[in-house]
């Protein structure tokens, strides 16, 4: 679909103009400290009693500065061209053009370093920040990832940098308020506010989806840029919309972009963990055909030979209950807490087999190679 990302499978889409796959490394900062901060900005605006509208008004003056517009420019000729050319509209002298697509993002450290989405700035030739009324700087792409839609940009600047502090996400709740700041369509500064809607949604894209669902509007262009709660942080990363839905936007949380940008300035890339299993839901007649004597959990239907899992002696038809300190109610809550976990490390799990309830620890490894896509 013309400037936007699509997964057909459910017709959603990435808030951006257009898509493309690339992969670049870069630098890292030697400890997780100097990667962000993370601090109340309402604490610091004189104690005002900040009540609705105030509030808000308040925090865009104060944050608003270290939201950015990011344009991306890919070189492209006709005969690449996504669309096509109608047959009286083929362009005269040279075949080659540039696409431009847009997005935001905002600033994490004072020196330059930016976060966004990967299908904002991926496959482009050269990508622009724009500063507001600071003009545009030439942004150089650190790492991304393109499974969790997150990208880290860098431009270099002669003054440091205001940037936006970061929250919790998991802290938020359904009912919190929330505000996105972006550029919709090209708009620059464009905020909107709007409830938290839901958590944990899964769209379809990958397996480790986690996304917050809000109705703060968002629009192409929008892509990349903050979702702020009321404290002033940053929660989520705005990343996608529902083209049949109004009030249906989704943005990536901030804890999970915590654990990847460490990986994004150290390596250029994320690597995943893996378990090696594959699980499912319990239904009423697996629970009745196998004999299970619980009602919820990951239930083990395949245990890859030599992997982790093999080696802490999972077994066919355990049923996973809980993972590092997390309750595990159904299938799809596994891979998001197994692939963001650290790998080599020991981490204890909790599985029942039969009428005993066994305490285990498995290694993780790195994904292997040959079962990435």
Known sequence: ??????????????????????????????????????????????????VGGALFRDLVEQLSPAVVSIRSMKKITNENYPFGFPPR????????????????????????????????????????????????????????????????????????LPTLPLGRSENLKPGDWVMAIGSPFGLDHTVTVGIVSAKGRALGATPYDDYIQTDAPFNPGNSGGPLINTRGEVVGINTAILPMGQGLGFSLPIDIAK????????????????????????????????????????????????????????????????????SIKNSGKLPKLVVYSPTRKKIPFKLVRGDKTLSLEVVLEPFPQSMRS
């Open 89 to 160: 509209m083929k362009p005269h002298g040279s075949k080659e053009f540039r696409q431009r697509g847009e997005g935001s993002g905002f600033i994490i450290h004072r020196d330059g370093y930016i976060l966004t989405n990967a299908h904002v700035v991926s496959g482009s030739d050269a990508v622009q920040v724009a500063l507001g009324d600071d003009g545009l700087f030439r942004g150089r792409l650190i790492g991304m990832d393109q499974v969790a839609d997150i990208a880290l940009i860098k431009i270099d600047v002669p003054e440091p």
């Open 1 to 50: 679909m013309k400037n936007a990302r699509s997964w057909i499978r459910n017709g959603l889409l990435i808030a951006a103009t257009f898509m493309m796959v690339s992969v670049m490394s870069g630098p890292g900062f030697a400890s997780v400290e100097k990667l962000w901060e993370e601090k109340s900005v309402v604490s610091e605006l004189d104690n005002k009693a900040l």
């Open 259 to 326: 654990i990847l940008v460490p990986q994004l300035k150290e390596n250029g890339r994320v690597t995943r963990s893996w378990l090696g299993v594959s699980v499912q839901d319990i239904t009423l007649q697996t629970k009745e055909s196998l004999g299970l004597t619980v009602s919820r959990g990951s239930l083990v239907q395949e245990v890859v030979a030599d992997s982790p899992a093999f080696n802490a002696g999972v077994q066919r038809n355990d049923v996973i209950v809980e993972f590092d300190g997390h």
